[in-house]
Structure formats: C-alpha cells, structure tokens
C-alpha cells in the first residue's frame, strides 16, 4: 500500500490569486493522478501527473489554469491558477502502479475561495 | 456512455442494523469494481476490489457481491457501527487506472 499526504489540507484564498498543493507519497509509484470533488458530489478526474513531462489532462481542465509539476516518481504539485469562488473544492492525489488494481487517495485539500 | 449509478442517494439506519448498498453501471471494457468509504473531509479509502471473475468479497463487516452479467453491484454492512457513517463510492475500472465514480450513497449510523 501507498501513503500520501497532501499540504495544506485546507485554505482560504482571493479572487484571482493562485494555490498550489502538494502531494508526497511514501513509496515509489508508477502513476498519479489529480482528482476535484466538488460539494456533494463524487471525484472528477482533473489529469494524470506525468514524471518529467506535462500532464495528461482530462476534458475541460487546461494546463493554464492547473499547472502540474511531478519532479520525481513520489511527488506532485497542482497549482490552481486565478482562482474564483467556482474553484472552491476538495482536491485530491491519488497513486497507483501501473496495471496494478489499487488506487490510493490523499485525505484531500479543501480549498474556499471568496 | 460509461457510467455508474448509485442507491439510495442517502440512507439512515438504527445502529447494529444491517444495509445494503446498490450500485449499477455500464462501463466498457470493464477492469474490476471497487468499493470505496469515504469519511467526511478525508480521502476515499478501498474496501473491496473485484474482477470479472468474482461475484464476492469480505473485509471485515463489508460483503461486496458483483453480478457481471447484469453490471450489478451490493455493499452489504452487517452490525453496523457509528464509525461507518460516511459516504460509499463504487467505481469501475476501465482498463488500466482510467476510474470512473458513482456520485456515492451518503450513510449515517444514528445512536
């Protein structure tokens, strides 16, 4: 199993400000991902972290609004870029080894934007 | 279209009563089906993963069953306790790590 922590796990940001969220995992993985779950609903893929490339990104998120950087095969970053009130979330990390089964999640970063 | 769908949305029961949650879906091509608990203001953690192959698994007080024919899936919680309230998300594998989410059934355990 993998463990992954993520910081800040929580903050308040500005209109138009940026954030970015870290994702440590203990071990090595082959794979992360960045996932958004907006209020009362389930977990929207955002991209796939690539290591030493530019992440994978799923329809509707572009690099320029959330920026990802993943230096090595334990860390990760996204940025979320000028941010409104619509990016307020939960954001999460995920890790996994490719054609593995198991899919594991950080405890989420919850991000309020006023 | 891939999708997973979930029942009840929401479910309250009586503390060690049993419940079973139902979940549906009509993913292509299909990996395997996982159950996941998510506990407010936490990440989502597996309690079970099944293939194609298995119609059942149990992690303690969670029995998961698959129908693979039907595209049918139940979380059965037996003698439940305060600690599982929280939300349960089954999501279905297609291919390798491509995951997609049912919107989860939120369960709360009263005293």
């Known amino acids: 199993s993998a463990v992954i922590s993520q910081k800040p796990s929580r903050d308040i940001c500005q209109r138009g400000t940026s954030l970015t969220i870290q994702c440590q995992v203990d071990?090595?993985?082959?794979?992360m991902f960045w996932y958004r779950q907006q209020p009362g609903q389930s977990l929207t893929l955002i991209a796939t972290a690539n290591q030493g490339s530019e992440a994978t990104y799923e329809s509707g998120f572009v690099i320029d609004k959330f920026p990802i950087s993943r230096p090595n095969l334990t860390f990760s970053t996204l940025t979320v870029s000028n941010m409104s009130p619509e990016d307020s979330s939960i954001y999460l990390c995920?890790?996994?080894?490719?054609?593995?089964?198991?899919?594991?999640f950080g405890p989420g970063t919850r991000l309020t934007v006023l | 279209k891939n999708q997973v769908e979930q029942s009840p949305q929401s479910l309250i029961i009586l503390e060690g009563k049993n419940c079973t949650l139902q979940?549906?879906?009509?993913?292509?091509?299909?990996?395997?089906l996982r159950w996941y608990k998510q506990d407010t203001g936490r990440g989502p953690v597996s309690l079970t993963i099944m293939t194609f192959s298995e119609n059942t698994k149990s992690n303690g007080r969670y029995t998961a069953t698959l129908d693979a024919d039907t595209k049918q899936s139940s979380l059965h919680i037996t003698a439940s306790q305060l600690s599982d309230s929280a939300s349960y998300i089954c999501?279905?594998?297609?291919?390798?790590?491509?995951?997609?989410f049912g919107q989860g059934t939120r369960l709360t355990i009263n005293p």
């Open positions: 999501v279905v594998s297609q291919g390798a790590q491509k995951l997609v």
């Open positions: 979940c549906n879906y009509t993913v292509s091509p299909f990996s395997n």
């Open positions: 071990s090595q993985v082959t794979m």
């Open positions: 995920s890790a996994g080894m490719t054609g593995g089964n198991e899919q594991f």
